[in-house]
């Protein structure tokens, strides 16, 4: 059996040949190393190098590597490795619902994606309680953002992101509102956008749960506007505008935002995720519709 030896924040990592010729079992993992298994018709190269930048991003496998029960590493398919909790974890808390569970990580240098709650814990080594069950990144240890499906068209994105979208209190996006806004960044386009049903203002303040998900489109001025790459790869806009008639909106603009800065005039087509509901200068509460949505650019529009 060959073994290959590597020194990964702090640990000795065995990582074995998925094809043992010598006909002798895998030896278990002792109390503070960690043995990779390779799948079936997967070769090892690259493994630990691979794995190095795993454990990087989630050191809850380190921090809970008592009760990791395997590490299979693949080289094909939609995971790089499946991370296997024990049955009765002794270190991952109860409350993380780890028992058993098998995550399904892939990895790069940036980032490391996974779903379930259990696996967030072993990312993260925090206590990941009220996170959702759907695919997340992190990096050094940090969540980064979901990882959007590749939705075919923005039906579907707003579909799929529709339940997850709320009211605000405060700064921050929902997390149907984030979902989407990392789709489209990418994806999102003005035709698209035009045939989605139009709600109003008003509407949207006496009921959102009833009309998220529609267009609403303003013509006014901008209050403020910045970037945010705060996830790797994608850069969004956020900002906030009141229209004609006085109205406040906090927007998340994807896309070309061209020379729009403070002040500037626009028109804004988004999709509606909610209230948002934030202090403002005067010592109040400002109450404003959220979008996800495009400047009336000609690039934006030429798409």
């Given amino acids: ?12 990592i065995s990582v074995l040949a998925g094809c043992n010729q010598s006909g002798k079992e895998p030896e278990q993992a002792r109390k503070n190393d960690f043995t990779l298994t390779a799948a079936p018709g997967t070769s090892m190269d690259g493994a630990i190098d691979k794995f190095k930048l795993l454990v990087g991003h989630c050191p809850g496998i380190y921090k809970y590597k008592t009760d990791v029960e395997s590490v299979e590493y693949m080289s094909q398919g939609h995971a790089d490795f499946l991370v296997t909790v024990v049955k009765k974890p002794t270190v991952l808390p109860p409350q993380s619902y780890g028992m058993g569970h098998t995550c399904h990580f892939s990895v790069d240098k940036s980032q490391a994606t996974v779903s379930k709650r259990p696996c967030a814990w072993l990312c993260t080594g925090d206590d990941m309680t009220g996170i959702d069950g759907e695919y997340h990144s992190y990096a050094q240890g940090k969540l980064i953002g979901p990882k959007v499906k590749p939705w075919a068209n923005l039906r579907q994105a707003i579909a799929s992101t529709r339940l997850d979208m709320s009211d605000i209190q405060g700064g921050g996006l929902s997390a149907g509102a984030a979902k989407l806004a990392l789709w489209g960044a990418e994806n999102m386009r003005w035709s698209e956008l035009q045939e989605i049903q139009t709600t109003k203002y008003g509407l949207v303040m006496k009921d959102s749960d009833s ?21 790797p790869g994608s850069k969004v806009f956020l900002g906030g505008a ?22 500037s005039r ?7 995720t909610g209230q948002q509901h934030y202090p403002n200068s005067a010592g109040g509460v400002a109450h404003a519709v959220h979008l996800v949505g495009l400047f009336d650019l000609p690039e934006n529009k030429s798409e």
Avoid: P, W
């Fill in 1 to 12: 059996m060959n073994e290959f030896h590597a020194l990964v924040i702090g640990l000795s």
């Fill in 242 to 263: 009141f229209d004609d008639s006085g109205r406040i909106y906090r927007f998340v603009a994807l896309k070309s935002t061209g020379e729009i800065i403070e002040q």
């Fill in 266 to 272: 626009v028109k804004f087509c988004g999709i509606v």
């Fill in 211 to 231: 009309q998220r998900g529609q267009k609403l489109c303003f013509n006014g001025n901008v209050i403020e506007i910045v970037v945010d790459k705060s996830v």
